[in-house]
């Protein structure tokens, strides 16, 4: 079962990583995070809150994501607009 498990990660993680940008994921992660803060402190949805750059780490980030978490953030991902100029 693992294994299976485990196949179906490593093919959504390469999915994601053909789909979408480089920038196009780190966004979508900073959203995540953001999303993730503003419910631990028991935030409004349209609160803002300021995720930097060093908190943002793809690689952990894909480590530790689940197949759906990784379909989501694909989903994400595919929907933003990035400009490259914008991302730091």
Request: overall charge positive.
């Amino acid at each position: 079962m693992t294994n299976r498990r485990d196949r179906r990660r490593a093919a959504a993680v390469e999915d994601l990583l053909r789909s979408v940008s480089e920038q196009q994921l780190t966004v979508a992660i900073a959203m995540i995070l953001a999303h993730r803060r503003r419910q631990a402190e028991g935030l409004s949805e349209d609160a803002m809150v300021v995720v930097s750059g060093s908190d943002v780490r793809p690689a952990e980030f894909l480590a530790t994501a689940t197949v759906r978490q990784l379909r989501l953030l694909k989903a994400i991902a595919m929907e933003l607009e990035v400009d490259p100029v914008a991302v730091h």
